[in-house]
């Protein structure tokens, strides 16, 4: 499809691992990027994974990368409820950016 | 160091009307982009700006224009405006528009269409 697709509910306890996923469209999108957003408020960069990478690590932030099967995910170690928002994953196509839908994680107490 | 900036954060025009977007990037940063997000999606790219010329565009009609200044601010303008313009318009800049590097996000003017 044409479409950068994410499941668009997410709910984890405090203090558990968040996990969000996404498929993206373009097998050569070279960057993919994790962005969070909050109520009210613009869009906050996450991390960003080059494509020939299958990891990155940034703190409580894991990245993984699947190229294979277009497949992107972000986990969230010791999630907080200050983590609550919504979170959109994106690939550069062209000169633009294309973003999916985004997932809302709620974090319960 | 400020953000991205733009103005007004929020806006209420009625349907004919124009409308005028503005955008400050990062200190440094030369190229700007426009998103439109309407509420329950993603950001849908509508133009890329590098030194004052367009380098992107976006699948939106020509009511849509935007221009970038030699201080590398921008404006987004959008004429004849119809109920469904009503959205979150966000600006993003990077240092120079390449896909290596991140886009940067303001927090985005709301415009209501009445």
């Known amino acids: 499809g044409e479409d950068v697709e994410q499941s668009l509910f997410l709910s984890v306890r405090e203090g558990d691992s968040s996990v969000i996923n996404c498929t993206y469209t373009?097998?050569?999108?070279?960057?993919l990027y994790w962005y969070k957003q909050e109520p009210g408020a613009g869009l906050q960069l996450l991390t960003y994974i080059f494509s020939n990478m299958d990891m990155k690590q940034d703190q409580r932030l894991t990245v993984l990368l699947n190229k294979k099967d277009k497949h992107l995910s972000l986990r969230i170690a010791d999630t907080q409820t200050g983590d609550s928002a919504i979170y959109f994953c994106?690939?550069?196509?062209?000169?633009?950016?294309?973003f999916g839908a985004g997932t809302r994680l709620t974090v319960k107490p | 160091d400020a953000g991205v900036t733009q103005s007004p954060t929020h806006l209420i025009k009625t349907r004919g009307q124009h409308v005028t977007l503005r955008c400050s990037p990062i200190?440094?940063?030369?190229?700007v982009s426009w998103y439109q997000q309407v509420l329950g999606q993603g950001p849908q790219f509508i133009f890329q700006y590098y030194e004052k010329e367009e380098r992107g565009r976006g699948n939106f009609p020509d009511r849509f224009s935007a221009r970038q200044f030699p201080n590398y601010s921008s404006e987004l303008n959008v004429n004849a405006l119809l109920l469904g313009d009503s959205a979150l318009y966000l600006c993003?800049?990077?240092?120079?528009?390449?896909?290596?590097?991140?886009?940067?996000f303001g927090d985005g003017t709301r415009l209501s269409i009445l």
């Open positions: 993003a800049s990077s240092l120079e528009g390449q896909s290596n590097q991140p886009q940067h």
């Open positions: 373009d097998s050569s999108s070279t960057y």
């Open positions: 994106a690939e550069i196509f062209s000169n633009d950016m294309r």
């Open positions: 200190s440094g940063h030369k190229s």
